[in-house]
């Protein structure tokens, strides 16, 4: 049985920082590409991160580039984004994904305000 169990999330003032992290089991998580995504009320889900299986071939959406890193412990078998410079529009539901085997996690929500 698949599973992503995202974490870190929370309430955080503008210009703080917040690392998100998943954990999976199920499936073997080191040779997945594993993304981020997340969804703002009102919005459409938007990709936040990829990262290919290996910790390398990074993608990130060009409102979180310089800001966001995504990373990967494959003996841990857990993803993390590490979130700096948070800004209000940051403020959605961050969902962990594995694109390839079509599962995710249930969010964790991420609220940026003063």
């Known amino acids: 049985q698949v599973q992503l169990v995202e974490s870190g999330g929370g309430l955080v003032q503008p210009g703080g920082s917040l690392r998100l992290s998943c954990a999976t089991s199920g499936f073997t998580f080191g040779r997945y590409m594993m993304s981020w995504y997340r969804q703002a009320p009102g919005k459409e889900r938007e990709l936040v991160a990829s990262?290919?299986?290996?910790?390398?071939?990074?993608n990130y959406a060009s409102s979180v580039k310089g800001r966001f890193t995504i990373s990967r412990d494959n003996g841990k078998n857990t993803l993390y984004l590490q979130m700096n410079s948070l800004k209000v529009e940051d403020t959605a539901v961050y969902y962990c994904v594995a694109p390839t085997i079509g599962s995710r996690g249930q969010g964790t929500q991420v609220t940026v305000s003063s």
């Open positions: 990262l290919g299986p290996t910790g390398t071939n990074t």
